[in-house]
């Protein structure tokens, strides 16, 4: 039994009807539904988690949120809490993903508010790093990076720690087509996970990291061997069934 269980999670962000998302489930359930040795989740939009949660509760497969507040309920208008994801069967959440940080002006600050309520709602949350283009090419990608994990997770106590997963996303490589050499994404997951030695010790060779940005069924194996990289977060290729169960059976 290897130390870290492999993951590979689905983000579909702003995609899928709620038939296209029912289609999804069943057929994806149909090709996956012997891998046992692989945590599989799909990160849906808030509008089909109820049908994920009818088709894939009682499945192998877990269902996730792309996003949430801090708050479990109140006057915050549009937001959806913890506990209305327990509702609907989440086990896991997307934070601070790179689109949330830019487009939503999500701060490090507010990312570790969500992360801390996550986990006393018994969510994992999937916490999302990553540089642009700017700092990778001026050479400051790594210190960025170490910096996103301290500033997301420094008050997180050991054990807290050890039920987070951090997602590795150059933000250059999302949805571009352009993926992060294998080596280029085990020497960030490798940093990010010293990084979590420094503020957990020896707990950290127990957080599973993975990669993100264009990953797809073709690219996946040579991720996945990686020393430091226990899975990915998979965009494009998880909207479609036979790549996505391709993907996961290339990963094995």
Not at 36 to 47: E, G, K, L, N, S
Not at 166 to 177: F, K, M, N, S, V
Request: glycine share 8%; proline share 4%; hydrophobic share 45%.
């Amino acid at each position: 039994m290897p130390l870290r269980r492999p993951l590979l999670a689905g983000n579909w962000k702003m995609h899928k009807t709620i038939p296209e998302a029912r289609d999804f489930a069943v057929n994806f359930l149909e090709k996956v539904e012997n891998v046992t040795d692989i945590d599989m989740v799909i990160c849906a939009p808030f509008t089909v988690l109820s049908v994920l949660k009818e088709e894939l509760e009682e499945s192998i497969i877990h269902i996730g949120a792309q996003n949430m507040y801090y708050e479990t309920k109140g006057a915050f208008t549009g937001e959806i809490s913890p506990l209305m994801l327990q509702d609907m069967a989440c086990t896991c959440v997307i934070i601070g993903h790179s689109e949330r940080r830019e487009y939503f002006k999500e701060d490090d600050e507010l990312i570790a508010k969500k992360i801390k309520a996550a986990l006393e709602m018994s969510l994992t949350p999937i916490l999302c790093v990553g540089e642009n283009l700017a700092f990778r090419e001026d050479g400051k990608a790594l210190a960025f990076v170490r910096g996103q994990v301290e500033k997301d997770l420094m008050e997180l106590s050991p054990s807290e720690l050890q039920k987070v997963v951090i997602a590795y996303e150059p933000i250059w490589a999302i949805g571009t087509g352009k993926t992060a050499s294998a080596q280029d994404a085990q020497e960030m997951c490798s940093a990010i996970r010293s990084t979590l030695s420094g503020i957990a010790g020896s707990v950290a060779q127990q957080i599973r990291i993975l990669y993100g940005g264009s990953v797809k069924s073709g690219n996946i194996a040579e991720l996945m061997a990686q020393p430091d990289i226990d899975g990915a977060l998979v965009g494009g290729a998880s909207l479609e069934v036979q790549e996505f169960a391709q993907l996961i059976q290339n990963a094995r």
